[in-house]
C-alpha cells in the first residue's frame, strides 16, 4: 500500500491496541512511534518514504534481501516479539513499533504482492483485494479504519490526540474535521475540543499525507 494508508492504518492499529495494552492511545509521543514503525518494513526500499530517508542501509538491504523480503517475512514478526519480551527496552517504546511494524505487514497482505511469510522461501502468501495506488485502496483502508476503531474498548478523542501531535500547525486548513476553526484558540482557553468524525478524519488525514508525500518526494509510494 501506499504511504499515506500505511500511516493511517499505523495510528489505527495503535488506537485499537493501546486500551488492551494498559498505554495511553493518545500520547503524542507513542502515537509517532506506531507511525513510524508502519513505514519501517519498507525500509528495504530505496524508493519508498522511509528508505529515502535511511539510505545507504535501504540500499543495502534492496540489494541483498529485495523488496518484501526479510523485512515482510515471519523473521520480523519474530523480531517484533523478541522485541516485546526484552525487558529493558520500555513498552511504551516497543508496543507502538510493534503495532505499528504488524499493521504494515496486514495492509501489504491484502495486496497482490503479498508477503513472502517463509523468507527466504521463494512462496508468496496474499489476499488480494486490492493493489497498491489503485482506487479500491481508499476503499479498503475505511474498513480496516472502522473495524479498528469500532473495537476500540474506550472511545478515545481522535482530534484531541492529532491536535496533540502538532498536526494542526502544519495541516490545519486541509483538516477541518480534526481542526475546526478556533480549536487551538478553544484548547488555550480551557475548553473541551469537539469531537470529529473518525471516518472522515482519517479519510482526510490519509489524503493530505498522499498529497504532501506526492508534493514533495514524486513516487513516494508503499
Do not use: N
Not at 106 to 124: I, K, S, Y
Amino acid at each position: 500500500m501506499m504511504a499515506g494508508s500505511h500511516i493511517a492504518l499505523g495510528a489505527a492499529a495503535w488506537f485499537a491496541a493501546a486500551p488492551r495494552l494498559g498505554l495511553p492511545a493518545l500520547d503524542p509521543a507513542m502515537l509517532g512511534l506506531a507511525v513510524c514503525g508502519a513505514l519501517l518494513p519498507d525500509i528495504d526500499h530505496p524508493k519508498s518514504w522511509m528508505g529515502k530517508r535511511l539510505r545507504p542501509v535501504s540500499t543495502l538491504l534492496a540489494a541483498v534481501f529485495g523488496h518484501r523480503g526479510m523485512t515482510h517475512s515471519l523473521v520480523a514478526v519474530a523480531g517484533c516479539a523478541l522485541l516485546m519480551l526484552r525487558q529493558e527496552v520500555p513498552l511504551a517504546i516497543s508496543a507502538p513499533l510493534v503495532v505499528g511494524y504488524l499493521s504494515h505487514l496486514a495492509a501489504d497482505l491484502v495486496t497482490p504482492g503479498g508477503l513472502r511469510l517463509a523468507w527466504p522461501l521463494r512462496g508468496t502468501y496474499a489476499l488480494p483485494i486490492c493493489r497498491t495506488g489503485s482506487a479500491f485502496e481508499p476503499l479498503v483502508v475505511a474498513v480496516m479504519l472502522s473495524w479498528a476503531w469500532g473495537s476500540t474498548p474506550a472511545r478515545p478523542d481522535l482530534g484531541a490526540g492529532l491536535r496533540a501531535t502538532g498536526i494542526c500547525r502544519v495541516l490545519g486548513p486541509s483538516l477541518p474535521a480534526v481542526c475546526p476553526p478556533g480549536a487551538s484558540a478553544g484548547a488555550a482557553a480551557g475548553a473541551p475540543p469537539r469531537a470529529p468524525d473518525a471516518a472522515a478524519a482519517w479519510q482526510q488525514l490519509r489524503r493530505s499525507g498522499e498529497v504532501l508525500l506526492a508534493r514533495h518526494i514524486p513516487g513516494a509510494a508503499r
